[in-house]
C-alpha cells in the first residue's frame, strides 16, 4: 500500500507532559475508564467527507488544499487511492471506525446503474482493506443534497422523479452499509425543508418525508439490515429551514408518523447551538426519551450563524457531553464521528492529525472529568437532595398520579408558607471546574 | 363610571385619507371580508397585564407611567378603578375582548384564601360591567411565574409545595375564567424550564409538567369547563431554557403523555422569532398539526435577543398571519390578543390608544391583502401546479403508499434524465408586494 | 450581438394592475419624483458576479444552474459570451450600471501578465459595448479573497508575497476600472481579518492593511483615476472576524491612519444585519458622518446568520433606506447595486428578470414613499419640535457650548421637576404605515 | 459592627484538594505570578450594585432575594447597613476594591439637594470603613439611566432640562469618587442611544454627548480629579442601540470629538459578546489602541440574546482575558470589577460567596495560564516565525512605508509561486488546552 502521510508515523499516548504534538496527550485507548477501556467508551470515527473530501472551499474562496491522493486521472484510481489514505489515516491514528455517504467513497458514473458498480467495486475494496485491519464502519449514508436535482428537497421534493431517485439512492447506499457491516444508518435532511413557504406544501412534504421513512424501514427489514436507523437534526442551512430543525422537532414527527419505534437520533454539537440550544440539552432530551443514538462530536462557534464543524476542542462541551452519555450507559452501536473540518488557513495534509488530535484528547479529558463526576455523585446527591420532596407524603401521592386538583388546594391552603432553597449554580459551576482543572492528580 | 381617558373620544373608521391619529384607517369592524366582517375575523383582545399593568420598568429603569387609575390608595379600590378604565378603553376602542391572568385583575391578600376572595370580588365587578356591554373574556390564566415560590418553576419546581400552590392557583383561575364566560384557557410556563442542567432533573419535571397538566384537564371537565385549553410555546425568557421550546416541541410533549387531544397552541410572534422561526412558520405548522388555537399578535425585534412585544405594524407579518388563519378557517373560539407593550418612551396613556390602533390597522391590512391572495387563489395555484406530478402514474402511488424502495429504484433506473422547475421565489415576492400595495384599490 | 435571453423582450413599466409578471409596476424610469427622474435618483448596477458568474453552489449542493453563455470551450470567448449576455441584461431590463471584480469578466491566465492580457482583452471588448449603449460602469473591485493565496489575507497576509500580489492586483483593477470610466472603485477585505487570535498580530496587520490604502490612494493619483474610492464594511463571513466590522468600525480605522479624508463606503443592508444593526442604522451614521458613498443594495434573513444576499424585496427596508439617500442629497456618483443573488430553487435564467424587477419595484416603492415623507415634513416637523427645547435659553448655550457643570447643575438645582413628552413610537409606525399603503394614490 | 453573614468565616486559600466550597482553591493572593502577587495582578473589585443592591427580580417575576441589611425603615439607616455588610463582605473575601453608582449608595432625597446630602453623608460613612482597612475604590460612576427621567437619554435626551441634572449628577459623583479616592470614573450610556430613528436626530444627539463628555474632562480638571476616566461600551439594552456600541465605535466616537486623548475603555465580557466579538477580541482591540483601561469581569451566555451578567466560570475566557491583560503590561489604575449577579435561583446571601469565589479562582487560574503561555512565548515564537517575512527585504520596505503599488507589481510579477504556511489552529488549540489542564503541576 503506498503511503500518503509518510512524514506522519503512528500516534502514540505520551502522557501531558509530551512536547510531541504529534502525540495524544490525554486519550491513552487502553486505559480502563470505569467498567471499559477508554476506546471502547469514545468509539471514535472519521468521517470520509471532511477528512478525505474536503478541499478548502467556503462561499467566497475556492479550494486550497492539495491531497495527494487525488493525483490520479482515473476517477476509481482515485477514489482508491483515498481510501488507501483513509485507511492509513486510520491506523495511524488508531481511530477504528470511520463514516461516508455513498458518493465520498465512489465517483458518479453516466447512469445510476453504472454509479451503483463504481460503488460496489469501491465497496469490495473497503472491505479488502478492512480484512487486514480492526476498523469497522459505524455508519453509512446517501448524500441527497449535493446533486442538483435535489434543489428543492429529496424525499420531500415536489417531484416525483426526484422522490424516486432519493429512494434508489438510499435503497443503495443501505445495501453497502450492510456490506461494510456498518452499525447504523444515517438519515440527514440536508434539503427537506424549505427556502419560502409561499410556494411550499408543509403537510404534503412531511407525508412523504414519513412515506419515505417507513419505505427505508421496510427495506432495512427485507435485506437484514439490522443496524440502528438514525435521524441528524439540523435547524437551517443549506435551507432556510429543514424539518428535523432539532431533537424535539424530530421526535414531534417520528411520533406523529408512528415512526418513533424504529429510529434513535444522531446529535451533531454544532446543529445543537444552531438551534437555539447547548449540546448538553439536546443530548439530554434525546436521552430522557431514549432516542440518544450515535454523536456527531464537533463544535460551532456561538458567534458564527453557520455551521462551522469545528474539531471539539472545549473541554466544558466534552465533559458535559460524555456526561450525558455515560448516563446512558454509552451509546453503542453508535459513536463520535468527528463531522469536523480543519479551518480554511490549516490546509496541509498534517493538520489532519493535528485536529484529530485535538478532539480526541479533548473527549477523553472530557470522559475522564465525567467519569469522577459521576462516581463522586457530586451532582446526582445535589439533585436528590433537591427533589427529596416528592419522594413522600403528598409528593409521592403527585409523583404517582394520585392526587388531584382539589386535593392539592386544600394541601396549598395548609401550607402558606413556602420555603425554596436556592439551585446553587454558581457553586456547582466552581465544582465542574475543580473537576475539571484537578483531573491529571487522580 | 368615571372616566379615565377623558381626552379620547370612540375610535371611529374614517378611512385611509383621514389624518386623524386617533382614527381607524384600514380597520373596518363592518366591513364585510369574505363570509364574515372583519370584526368576526379579527377577534382582537386587549391584555389586561400590558395595557392597565405595565409602567414602563425594564431591567436598567424604573416605572415612568403614570395611570390614573392607579390614584387609590387602598387595593380593591384600585382594582376595580382598573376594570373600570379597561372597559372604558375596550368601549372606546371598539374591542370585544380581553385576556387577564389572575393577578392582573386582583390584589393578592394575607392567604391564599383571601386572594381568592378578592379575586372573586372583582370577578362579579367585572362581570357587572361585561353585563352593560358586549365585551367578552377571550381567555384567562394563572400567573405562575412573578412569585417568588415559582423560582424554581411551577409545575416543574423540586419543591412539592409549590406544585401544590400552582395547582391551587390553576383551579381557581380556571375557575374564574368559567364564570367569566372564557372561551379559552391558557397555559404559558414561564418558569417551567432550567436555568442550569447541572442541578436540573429533566425527565422528572417533564412528568410532571404532563401530570400538572392531565390534572388540569380532569379539573376542567369536572367543573363543566368547555373552553379550549391552549399551551403557548416560548423558548426562552425568563428561564435559560423553556420545556415549551416553540411549536414542534409542545406537540412532542403532548403526544409524549397523551396530552394531545387536549390541547390546541396559543401561537406569539415575538416568541416564534425568539425560536429561531418566522411567525408564519410556528401558524402555518400548528395549522397543519391541527393545533392553531390562539394567537398572540405582536412583533419582536429580529435584532434583539429578547422579548420585546412590539404592537405589530409590520404588514408582512401580518398578512402572512392571516393567511394561515384563513386558511384555518379561522381561529375561533380563539382570537388575537395584543400581548404587546407600549415602549417605555410611549408613556403617556393616549399612547396606548395609538398603539392598538396601529395594531388593529395593520392586522386589518394583512387580512384584507390575505383574503386577496386566497380568493385570486394566486399561491394556490402555484402550489397545485409544483406538486402535480404526485397526482397520478407513480406519484399517486406513492402519496397512496402502495410501493416500495424496490419499485422506485426500477422507476428511477428508468428515468435517468430528471428535470425540476424553477421555484420562483422572487417572481412570488413581487406578487405578494403586487397584493400588499395594491389592497386599496379593491 | 447573439441573443442569450430570446424568450424574454425589453421589460416596461406598464403600471400596478399590469398582470405582467416581466414589467415594472412601479419603476417608472421617466417618472419625475422632486428635481430628478426616477433612473436618476436610482442610479441601479447589475453586479456582474451574482447575475452572470454564480451558478448556484453552496456549501452543500454542486452548481444546479446552466447559463447558456458558459456553452464555449474557449475561456476567452466564454467571457466575451458572458460580457454579450451581460449587456442584453442591462438593455432589456433598462439599467444603466453595473459593478464588477476583475476575475468576474476575464480568466486568469498561466502568469499574472497572461491575466492581465486577457484582462485588458476584455476590457477592450466591454468598452465596445458600452460605446453603443448608455451603460456606465458605477465601480470595479479586485477580487482578493478567491484565490487560496489570500487563505490568510490579502494586504493583512501575513506572507509578503501575498500583499504584493494583492497589491499588484488592485493596481490592475483600477487602471481597468478607469479605463471603464467607472465612477468609484471598491475595498472589500473579504479576507482581511482572522480565523483566530492564537496566531494573529491584529496590530500589524491593521497597520499593513492602512499601508495597502495609502499606496492605493496614491496609485489613483497617479494614473488620473477621480472616481470615489469606497470600503465595504462587513463583520464576519468568510472570516470568524473581519476588520471593517461595520461603518463606525471602518470609520475609527480610517480615522486611526489618516485615511478618512479619502475613502466613503459601500453599505450593504446584509452585512448590516449581519453586524447587528438595521440597514437605516448604517446609512444614517455614515450619512451624519458625510461617508455615505454608495450602496449595495440587498436584503438578508434576520434568522439566518449568513450573507444570504437576497433581492431587495421588504418596502420597509427600501422605504427607510432611500430616506436616509434622499436626506443625503442623493448618493451620486455612488449607486444603488443589486448584490443579491437568485436563490439557488430560481435556477432558470429568466428568474435573473423576476429577481431584478422586484428589487427595482420595490426600490421605486420605497422612493416614492420616502419622498412623500420628506416633502410632508412628517417626520422633521415631530423631530424638530422633539428637540425644540435646544433652541434657546440654556438649551442653546449647551448647543454652542458655552456652558459648564457648574452652570448647568445650578439650573438643574432650580428645575427640579422635569416633564417629558412621549417619543409616539407606535403613533410615527402607524404613520409609516399610512404612508407606505397610501402610495400609489397621489 | 454588626455582622450580617455571621454563617461565614473569612474565606482562605486552601488548594485544589480542599472540599471546602467556601474556600479559595486557586486564588492565593499572596502567590508570586511573574514580577507581582497574585493580588496585585488581580485588582479584583465587588460591584455595589449587583453584590448588594440587587435582589433577583427579573422582567417576570418579583425580587426574591431577602436581605439582612434591608431590614431597617429608615433609608439612611438601611443605606449605612448596606455599607456596613459590603465591608464586611470584602473583608471576608478578602477584595481590595469596590465599585459604585451614586444611587447604588445612597436613597434620594425629595430634591436634589437633599439628595446630593444624604450622598454626603453616606460618603463619609464609607470613608470611615475605609479608613479602618485596605479597601479602596476603584472607580465612580453616576446612575444616569434608572431614573424616569432619562427615558430619551441622558446627555443624549431630546429635553435640555434632563440634560443638565445629568450633569449636576455627574459633577456630584466625581466630587464623591474624588472623595473617597476612587481611581477611575466610569461613564456606560445605557440610555445614550435610540429606540427608533422615526424620531431621532443621531447627528445631534452625538454631538450634545461629545459636549456633555468635554465638559466632564474640564470639571475633573478643575476639582484635581486624576483618576482615569473611562468608557464603557455596550450595544444594545436597554436601548434597542446605544451608542457606545462596542469598542471601535467608541473609538471613532472620541476621535471624531477630539476626545480620545481623555478616555479609556471600561470592557465587560458580556457586552463584547451581545455586540457580536469575543470578549477577547475587544480587549485585543483596546489594547492595541491604547484604550484598555478596566474590566468588568462577567461573562454571557453565547445563546441569549440579553445581558445575563454571569458570574465568571469559563477558564477559557479568563485565560484569554488575562492573557491580553498581561501583553498590556497590567491594567492599572483598573481593576476587575465583578459586574457580576447571582442567578435568580441563587438568592441565599451565602450564594454571593459562593459566586465570588467561583469568579476569583476562574480568573486566577486564567492568570497563572496566561502566565505560562506567555513565560514559555508559545503564541509569541509562533506568531514571529508567521510574519518573519516582513523582517527583511521587501517584507521591511512595505513595513516601514518605502514602496508602492508600482515596485509591488513588479516584484509580484517575479514571484508568480505563492507558498503558504499552515495557520495550524486546531495544533494552537489543542497547545492551549496542553496549558490550561497543566497548570496545577507547574
Redesign the interface.
Known amino acids: 500500500m503506498r503511503e500518503f502521510f509518510s512524514n506522519v508515523s503512528a500516534i502514540r499516548y505520551e502522557g501531558?507532559?509530551s512536547k510531541n504534538?504529534l502525540s495524544f496527550?490525554?486519550y491513552d485507548p487502553e486505559e480502563r475508564i470505569g467498567d471499559k477501556k477508554m476506546k471502547d467508551h469514545l468509539r471514535f470515527a472519521v468521517a470520509f467527507w471532511h477528512t478525505f473530501g474536503f478541499r478548502?472551499a467556503?462561499?467566497?474562496?475556492?479550494?486550497?488544499m492539495i491531497r495527494p491522493w487525488d493525483n490520479f486521472t482515473d476517477p476509481m484510481e482515485r477514489a482508491k487511492a483515498k481510501v488507501d489514505a483513509a485507511f492509513e489515516f486510520f491506523e495511524k491514528l488508531g481511530v477504528r471506525y470511520f463514516c461516508f455517504h455513498d458518493r465520498d467513497i465512489a465517483p458518479e458514473g453516466e447512469?445510476?446503474?453504472e454509479t451503483n458498480r463504481n460503488l460496489d467495486e469501491i465497496t469490495r475494496y473497503i472491505k479488502r482493506l478492512m480484512n487486514g485491519s480492526d476498523v469497522k464502519c459505524l455508519w453509512g449514508t446517501a448524500n441527497l443534497?449535493?446533486?442538483?436535482?435535489?434543489?428543492?428537497g429529496a424525499a420531500t421534493?415536489?417531484?416525483?422523479?426526484?422522490?424516486?431517485?432519493a429512494?434508489?439512492q438510499?435503497?443503495?447506499a443501505m445495501e453497502v452499509t450492510l456490506e461494510l457491516g456498518g452499525q447504523n444508518f444515517v438519515f440527514w435532511g440536508?434539503?427537506e425543508g424549505y427556502?419560502?413557504?409561499?410556494?411550499?406544501?408543509?403537510?404534503?412534504e412531511?407525508?412523504?418525508y414519513a412515506?419515505f421513512l417507513?419505505?427505508?424501514v421496510?427495506?432495512a427489514r427485507e435485506i437484514g439490515f439490522t443496524g440502528q436507523l438514525l435521524i441528524e437534526p439540523k435547524?437551517?442551512?443549506?435551507m432556510?429551514?429543514q424539518y428535523d430543525?432539532?431533537v424535539?422537532?424530530t421526535?414531534?414527527?417520528l411520533?406523529?408518523y408512528d415512526l418513533d419505534r424504529y429510529f434513535k437520533l444522531n446529535i451533531e454539537a454544532n446543529h445543537a447551538?444552531?438551534?437555539?440550544?447547548?449540546f448538553?440539552?439536546e443530548l439530554?432530551?434525546a436521552r430522557?426519551?431514549d432516542k440518544l443514538g450515535s454523536i456527531d462530536i464537533n463544535q460551532g462557534?456561538?458567534?458564527?450563524?453557520?455551521?462551522v464543524d469545528r474539531?471539539p476542542?472545549?473541554?466544558?462541551s466534552t465533559t458535559?457531553a460524555m456526561y450525558e452519555v455515560l448516563k446512558n450507559g454509552g451509546i453503542e452501536p453508535g459513536g463520535f464521528n468527528f463531522d469536523a473540518k480543519?479551518?480554511?488557513?490549516?490546509?496541509?495534509p498534517?493538520?489532519l492529525f493535528?485536529?484529530h488530535?485535538?478532539g480526541m484528547?479533548?473527549c477523553a479529558?472530557g470522559l475522564k472529568i465525567a467519569h469522577r463526576l459521576l462516581e463522586d455523585k457530586v451532582?446526582d446527591n445535589?439533585?436528590e437532595e433537591?427533589?427529596a420532596?416528592?419522594r413522600d407524603?403528598?409528593?409521592l401521592k403527585?409523583?404517582s398520579?394520585e392526587?388531584?386538583?382539589?386535593d392539592?388546594?386544600r394541601?396549598?391552603?395548609e401550607?402558606?408558607h413556602?420555603?425554596?432553597?436556592?439551585?446553587?449554580?454558581?457553586?456547582?459551576?466552581?465544582?465542574?471546574?475543580?473537576y475539571?482543572?484537578?483531573?491529571?492528580?487522580s
Not at 421534493?157 to 424516486?164: G, I, R, T, W
Not at 427556502?195 to 404534503?204: A, K, P, Q, S, V
Not at 447551538?273 to 447547548?278: A, F, I, Q, S, Y
Not at 462557534?301 to 455551521?307: A, E, S, V
Open positions: 501531558p507532559r504534538s496527550k490525554y478548502g467556503d462561499l467566497f474562496g475556492s479550494e486550497n447512469t445510476l446503474g443534497f449535493k446533486d442538483p436535482i435535489y434543489t428543492h421534493s415536489c417531484n416525483v422523479d426526484v422522490f424516486a431517485r429512494a434508489a438510499v435503497k443503495k440536508g434539503r427556502e419560502t413557504l409561499l410556494n411550499t406544501d408543509m403537510r404534503f412531511l407525508d412523504n412515506r417507513h419505505m427505508a421496510e427495506y435547524p437551517k442551512e443549506p432556510k429551514h430543525f432539532d424535539a422537532t421526535l414531534a414527527f411520533k406523529n447551538t444552531l438551534g437555539g440550544h447547548t448538553q440539552h439530554r432530551y430522557i426519551n462557534d456561538p458567534l458564527l450563524g453557520w455551521d474539531f476542542t472545549d473541554v466544558y458535559l480543519v479551518r480554511r488557513p490549516s490546509f496541509e498534517v493538520d493535528y485536529a488530535i485535538a484528547d479533548a479529558m451532582l445535589f439533585i433537591r427533589y420532596s416528592y407524603g403528598i409528593g403527585i409523583a398520579g392526587i388531584n386538583f382539589r392539592l388546594e394541601y396549598a391552603m401550607h402558606e413556602i420555603q425554596n432553597s436556592s439551585g446553587r449554580q454558581e457553586m456547582l459551576e466552581a465544582v465542574l471546574n475543580e475539571m482543572f484537578e483531573q491529571q492528580r
